[in-house]
């Protein structure tokens, strides 16, 4: 919709740009990068600064994660400037003070009190009529009373010379500032567009000029990468428990090695249908750690047992992958078979739909059908490197519960 109405509207002769809603209601004014350019120092006039912003602009019309590039700050707006002559005014006995004052009621109204009548209220507000502020000049027609108690015009003290000046003044944190917004090019999060920013401003911003985030983009700029934490936790958390399950501290590793296998194939699949890495696939990946995870367990699971039983390493990772090849496969691709339509949903939310269906669905596909050689393989490699060593000096592998005997004279003793 957007791109129809760019597309409309093109030829009005003014720069119209459209922008979604903000992803949160209320946090931010619309979708996308709301950021600004700070001046932090204290020479350069506000021409300057307009001629530095719009370098910044163009630095960041270039790159390709960035796109609906427009600021709010411009130094060009026309303006009248009114230049009182002190002496003059003195003069004429005319306070300077009470002049603007006189100025900003005839201008700008003044609420002086309000009344009810029929039921109403009504507010009373005092400034020159409309016929009488039509045209910037006729400001030197009004008159303002000197000390004398004498109606002087203003323009017997003032004048007024049209020039160019900034259309607004906006401070953050007490510093100048210009207000820029954008979204991130398709293809790209709001991640890369952040990033890409960042870039631009440390290798084109001179030294006392900064950037800053306002709305969302404040929170996902000091985020940080908290994406690779919880993944980093993530996988600690199954490692510890496969740890516990399997006694062991090598064949957790088993499990762990086999999961990239599952996270190339999820990334390649959103490479391939133009999706994002954002929130949604990320969901989709920590949810792989828990499928794939168990499709590795299975295998591990039974080649320990048979292991146990007797056979050697090389022969109990070949049984297990035999074992559990076919329920491997019925239960992943049952799984792969429910997430198509996720994959390719349509409608509203279509996009987080099809974002995290098809990062789960790439994943599983190549996560099972690598990790039914792949697994084996890995048990084979790390059940070798802790073949006939113990944790635990002559430990007994056999639980407690099994070698005792009720009613025997052994148990007894």
Same mark, same amino acid.
């Given at each position: 919709?957007?791109?129809?109405?760019?597309?409309?509207?093109?030829?009005?002769?003014?720069?119209?740009?459209?922008?979604?809603?903000?992803?949160?209601?209320?946090?931010?004014?619309?979708?996308?990068?709301?950021?600004?350019?700070?001046?932090?120092?204290?020479?350069?006039?506000?021409?300057?600064?307009?001629?530095?912003?719009?370098?910044?602009?163009?630095?960041?019309?270039?790159?390709?994660?960035?796109?609906?590039?427009?600021?709010?700050?411009?130094?060009?707006?026309?303006?009248?400037?009114?230049?009182?002559?002190?002496?003059?005014?003195?003069?004429?006995?005319?306070?300077?003070?009470?002049?603007?004052?006189?100025?900003?009621?005839?201008?700008?109204?003044?609420?002086?009190?309000?009344?009810?009548?029929?039921?109403?209220?009504?507010?009373?507000?005092?400034?020159?009529?409309?016929?009488?502020?039509?045209?910037?000049?006729?400001?030197?027609?009004?008159?303002?009373?000197?000390?004398?108690?004498?109606?002087?015009?203003?323009?017997?003290?003032?004048?007024?010379?049209?020039?160019?000046?900034?259309?607004?003044?906006?401070?953050?944190?007490?510093?100048?500032?210009?207000?820029?917004?954008?979204?991130?090019?398709?293809?790209?999060?709001?991640?890369?567009?952040?990033?890409?920013?960042?870039?631009?401003?440390?290798?084109?911003?001179?030294?006392?000029?900064?950037?800053?985030?306002?709305?969302?983009?404040?929170?996902?700029?000091?985020?940080?990468?908290?994406?690779?934490?919880?993944?980093?936790?993530?996988?600690?958390?199954?490692?510890?428990?496969?740890?516990?399950?399997?006694?062991?501290?090598?064949?957790?590793?088993?499990?762990?090695?086999?999961?990239?296998?599952?996270?190339?194939?999820?990334?390649?699949?959103?490479?391939?249908?133009?999706?994002?890495?954002?929130?949604?696939?990320?969901? =989709?990946? %920590?949810?792989?750690? &828990? *499928?794939?995870?168990?499709? +590795?367990? $299975? #295998?591990?699971?039974?080649?320990?047992? @048979?292991?146990?039983?007797?056979?050697?390493?090389?022969?109990?990772?070949?049984?297990?992958?035999?074992?559990?090849?076919?329920?491997?496969?019925?239960?992943?691709?049952?799984?792969?078979?429910?997430?198509?339509?996720?994959?390719?949903?349509?409608?509203?939310?279509?996009?987080?739909?099809?974002?995290?269906?098809?990062?789960?669905?790439?994943?599983?596909?190549?996560?099972?059908?690598? =990790?039914? %050689?792949?697994?084996? &393989? *890995?048990?084979?490699?790390? +059940?070798? $490197? #802790?073949?006939?060593?113990?944790?635990? @000096?002559?430990?007994?592998?056999?639980?407690?519960?099994?070698?005792?005997?009720?009613?025997?004279?052994?148990?007894?003793?």
């Amino acid at each position: 919709m957007i791109r129809q109405l760019e597309e409309k509207t093109h030829d009005f002769g003014a720069v119209i740009e459209f922008f979604q809603p903000p992803a949160v209601p209320g946090y931010g004014a619309a979708s996308g990068l709301a950021f600004r350019l700070l001046d932090k120092t204290t020479g350069t006039d506000y021409f300057q600064f307009d001629k530095l912003n719009q370098e910044f602009m163009a630095a960041l019309r270039k790159r390709p994660e960035l796109t609906g590039l427009f600021t709010f700050y411009a130094a060009n707006y026309p303006q009248y400037e009114l230049k009182i002559d002190n002496k003059l005014a003195m003069q004429k006995g005319v306070n300077i003070d009470k002049a603007m004052e006189n100025l900003d009621i005839m201008i700008g109204s003044t609420y002086e009190q309000g009344f009810i009548r029929f039921n109403n209220f009504f507010k009373v507000y005092v400034q020159a009529l409309p016929e009488f502020r039509r045209f910037p000049t006729d400001v030197l027609n009004y008159y303002v009373k000197n000390d004398a108690g004498e109606m002087v015009p203003y323009s017997a003290f003032m004048t007024v010379q049209p020039q160019q000046g900034p259309n607004e003044l906006t401070r953050y944190n007490l510093y100048n500032s210009a207000a820029i917004r954008a979204e991130p090019a398709p293809g790209y999060t709001s991640g890369d567009a952040i990033n890409a920013i960042k870039e631009v401003a440390k290798t084109t911003l001179p030294q006392g000029f900064d950037v800053a985030w306002e709305g969302l983009s404040f929170d996902e700029a000091a985020r940080g990468n908290e994406a690779l934490v919880i993944f980093a936790v993530v996988l600690v958390f199954v490692y510890l428990v496969l740890a516990a399950q399997y006694e062991s501290f090598v064949l957790p590793l088993v499990v762990i090695c086999s999961l990239p296998a599952g996270i190339f194939g999820s990334f390649l699949l959103l490479k391939t249908m133009g999706l994002a890495n954002d929130v949604y696939s990320q969901v =989709g990946l %920590v949810m792989l750690v &828990g *499928l794939l995870g168990k499709n +590795a367990v $299975l #295998i591990v699971e039974y080649a320990v047992q @048979k292991q146990e039983q007797g056979m050697s390493v090389r022969e109990a990772a070949i049984e297990a992958a035999k074992a559990r090849f076919r329920p491997i496969l019925m239960t992943s691709f049952a799984f792969i078979a429910g997430l198509v339509p996720l994959a390719f949903a349509t409608g509203a939310g279509a996009v987080g739909n099809r974002t995290i269906g098809t990062s789960a669905l790439g994943g599983m596909l190549f996560g099972t059908v690598f =990790g039914v %050689v792949l697994i084996p &393989g *890995l048990y084979y490699i790390f +059940a070798k $490197l #802790i073949e006939g060593k113990r944790m635990i @000096k002559d430990e007994d592998v056999n639980p407690f519960t099994e070698t005792y005997h009720y009613g025997t004279q052994d148990a007894d003793e």
